[in-house]
């Protein structure tokens, strides 16, 4: 008899990830595809989850919490946007049931922020967060790096403030659709460990506003200098987009900053903010979104 009490799913743009759970919030089963929400029709979400859980052999009467892209517009279905300042209670308050599966689903909302003539929002990060808040880090700034990097400000337990980079993105397009890809080739050291990152950075931080002229100089430095000034030029793309991420950072970094991510990610921000002068704590981006799809799936199936 299968131990599941529930699941949880972090469905992403490109990506999903789905863990069966037992009653403590532990994973006792994993299932991870590219089957984000770029790949997938809206009718499509509830039978492909529905087809992974009965794969993995679960009964119909588990129920699912699901974050991310699944709520967006254009997603499973729409999970309005609770507004900053937001709690944990804000986002349970605010859960939309799916329909479709045979599973009783239910879809965490993102945030939303709007002030100053500013305007962002988030899907997934706020679980995060609530998630590493659980396991005992405390108020101050998180930063979630990725695709579309997130620097967070929580106070009181509520995320207030924020701000998204498209760090991730921008490094994906450029190194591998851009005149700068014939330079930018995989290499088996690992990024954040290279010398070329560390200059990097320092370069970015000092000049952020020259970040146009700074990648043009990947080509340029590969065609003219010298062979040990011109190796690793991925680690050096990707140096000067996380050095110009941390420059561009509206808050203050004097305290401790949270970083949510996986080891290869996380390790590279925590290079660089170290480089900048700052210290960090690093959280499993796994570990905090188990956590935080826990919280909520205890709090709405009252398991």
């Known amino acids: 008899m299968s131990q599941t009490r ?34 997938l029709r809206a009718d ?9 859980l009965s794969e993995l052999g679960e009964s119909e009467d588990i129920p699912v919490v699901v974050c991310g892209m699944a709520g967006a517009r254009g997603g499973w279905m729409e999970a309005p946007y609770a507004p900053a300042p937001a709690t944990s209670d804000d986002i349970a308050s605010r859960i939309v049931l799916a329909e479709g599966s045979r599973h009783k689903s239910a879809i965490l909302p993102g945030v939303s922020l709007v002030g100053d003539k500013r305007f962002d929002v988030m899907r997934g990060e706020e ?18 790096p990725g695709t579309h990097s997130k620097w967070c400000r929580v106070a009181d337990g509520a995320i207030t403030d924020w701000s998204t980079a498209m760090t991730g993105e921008i490094f994906g397009l450029l190194s591998r659709q851009s005149t700068l890809s014939d330079f930018c080739a995989e290499t088996k050291e690992a990024i954040y460990s290279t010398t070329a990152f560390e200059r ?12 146009t002229h700074l ?5 340029s430095r590969s065609l003219l200098a010298k062979e040990e000034e011109a190796q690793n030029m991925r680690a050096r793309l990707y140096g000067l987009l996380v050095g110009c991420d941390i420059a561009g950072v509206r808050f203050d970094l004097s305290d401790n900053v949270t970083l949510v991510a996986s080891e290869q990610l996380g390790n590279a921000y925590q290079t660089a903010l170290s480089i900048a002068g700052h210290s960090s704590t690093l959280i499993d981006t796994e570990r905090a979104a188990l956590a935080g799809l826990a919280n909520f799936a205890h709090r709405i199936f009252e398991i």
């Open 44 to 52: 499509e979400f509830a039978p492909y989850l529905d087809g992974v």
């Open 6 to 39: 529930f699941a949880a799913v972090d469905w992403g743009t490109s990506s999903f990830r789905l863990w069966c759970c037992g009653a403590d919030g532990e994973a006792i089963r994993r299932h991870h595809s590219s089957k984000g929400m770029f790949h």
């Open 215 to 219: 990648l043009f100089s990947i080509r």
């Open 127 to 144: 679980t995060l967060i609530f998630g590493a808040l659980s396991l005992g880090e405390s108020d101050g700034i998180f930063c979630l």
């Open 200 to 211: 990097a950075v320092v370069e970015a931080l000092r000049n952020p506003n020259q970040l």
